[in-house]
């Protein structure tokens, strides 16, 4: 059985965050469902300005949620699959009353 590293207290709350967002959390769905995704194909799936799908990715990699970055021109994300098992494992300690989870 693997063990998942912890999440600071500081980036569980930038997670936390970013996730309450409604737009953003339909970016990271979108991200999610592809490999890679090309920020292009974001543009094109979100009526919305490229100066905001670029502010809410910017928001989801400073929360470690996705990795972003250039080929060329082109802009491509990736979810961190590592990051949202390890924000499920904190929120779970979290909310079952665990105290001590909650003050790492």
């Known amino acids: 059985m693997s063990v998942r590293p912890a999440l600071a207290a500081q980036q569980f709350a930038l997670v936390a965050k970013a996730l ?4 953003r959390m339909a970016l990271l769905e979108a991200i999610a469902g ?3 995704c090309p920020c292009l194909r974001l543009r094109e799936q979100f009526p919305v300005s ?3 799908i670029s502010h809410h990715i910017k928001e989801l990699a400073r929360a ?3 990795d ?3 080929d060329g021109q082109f ?3 990736e979810v ?3 990051v949202l098992a390890a924000y499920t494992a904190e929120l779970l300690r979290r909310t079952r009353g665990d105290r001590r989870a909650a003050r790492a």
């Open 80 to 82: 961190r699959r590592d």
């Open 68 to 70: 972003a970055y250039r």
């Open 75 to 77: 802009l491509h994300c």
């Open 34 to 36: 592809e490999r890679e």
């Open 64 to 66: 470690g949620l996705i």
């Open 50 to 52: 490229k100066a905001t």
């Open 20 to 23: 309450a967002d409604p737009r």
